[in-house]
């Protein structure tokens, strides 16, 4: 007898005439059997890869992040959290200034939720290195998470302390060589069911992807754009092209680059540099803008601002009164 998954890799491989994409509830219904661990491990492999190329739709992605959703076991009293904030590219070129961002965000008041994984690809500064050089501790269960958030108003949280399967599948990258679907969904996951969305991309054409997914989702506040390193960090150099649900409705902005001509890349990537900034220890022209210039984006998604210029200079206002002392709150 058939496989009962054998239909769904049928849809995807039967050839360019035969072939066609998953509606969104055959995806949600796909990785539901995946993420149950209903599926050959020939049936797992040949599926992420016939996704891979013919790349996942915005329909297929809201159908995998509903079964992901769904997989995921949370606390019933989950805290208000205004921003989420998923961390799965590490950084190469730059430090991750945008962990500064969530921080100057969180300590003005507006809750985040920071989740990711602690390795992957060599050479790349990863958010546990960057957390520890700050001393903050990552969150060991949920209900951890949950309790930071209420106390400090952040938390990151490992992705293999509330879905363990969805890491074991993103580590099939190291087996297949390729990234698959997975990437697209973790980035989308919002466990905590915060106000709104901040993601950064890399690959050109998946802001389009997450932001059909995302209005197929009935996602209120989100922020999608190509950032530094693939990770939600404005990169001050260039102009970036951000594209927004804001209230449920679609809106696109070009926001400006912050300098006229271009920063080397670090070549130390020494992490003690952010909480230097922060304390103000050290000035860095560059990093300071990735900070506030990220902050002014979470301000236009959550409708803390009308306008970029007002969001920019709202940005700069909160990091100028930023309270030094709160590392030392989050670090307890």
């Known amino acids: 007898m058939e496989h009962p998954f054998a239909p769904f890799i049928q849809m995807l491989g039967k050839g360019k005439n035969g072939s066609r994409d998953l509606t969104q509830q055959e995806a ?29 739709t915005g329909a297929e992605v809201a159908g995998f992040v509903q ?28 430090l991750p200034w945008y ?26 500064v990863w958010i546990p290195d960057a957390l520890a050089s700050l001393g903050i501790p990552p969150s060991t269960s949920v209900a951890q998470a949950a309790d930071n958030i209420r106390q400090k108003n ?10 363990p399967e969805l890491e074991r599948l993103l580590g099939l990258k190291a087996i297949l060589g390729l990234r698959s679907p997975v990437h697209t969904i973790i980035r989308m996951l919002n466990p905590f069911n915060a106000s ?14 997450h932001h ?31 594209k927004m649900l804001r209230a449920g409705a679609v809106l ?5 680059a912050l300098f006229s001509s271009r920063h080397m890349k670090d070549d130390t990537m020494d992490v003690a540099r952010l ?24 301000l236009r998604t959550r409708g803390r601002a009308g306008s970029v210029a007002e969001a920019e200079a709202m940005a700069a206002q909160l990091w100028q009164t930023r309270d030094i002392s709160y590392l030392k709150k989050v670090q307890g």
Not at 196 to 209: C, K, L, N, R, V
Request: charged share 20%.
């Open 28 to 56: 949600e219904q796909a990785l539901t059997m995946i993420l149950a661990r209903q599926v050959e491990p020939e049936q797992l492999g040949a599926f992420l890869m016939l996704m891979r190329v013919k790349e996942e």
């Open 67 to 94: 079964a992901a959703r769904a997989s995921l076991t949370l606390p019933d009293n989950l805290p208000k959290v205004d921003f989420d904030w998923p961390t799965y590219a590490g950084k190469r070129r730059q």
């Open 99 to 124: 962990l500064l961002s969530a921080l100057l965000l969180a300590s003005h008041g507006m809750p985040v939720l920071m989740h990711g994984i602690g390795s992957g690809t060599a050479g790349r």
């Open 154 to 163: 952040f938390a990151y949280v490992p992705l293999n302390v509330f879905s």
């Open 196 to 209: 709104a969305s901040i993601m950064g991309i890399f690959h050109p054409g998946y802001d389009d992807t």
């Open 212 to 242: 059909q997914a995302g209005t197929l989702l009935g996602e209120q506040n989100m922020a999608v754009f190509k950032g530094e390193g693939g990770e939600a960090e404005r990169n001050p150099d260039g102009a970036c092209n951000v």
């Open 252 to 256: 696109e902005e070009e926001w400006p």
């Open 275 to 298: 909480g230097q900034l922060w304390r103000g220890e050290i000035t860095d022209e560059y990093g300071q803008a990735a900070v506030t210039g990220t902050v002014a984006i979470a």
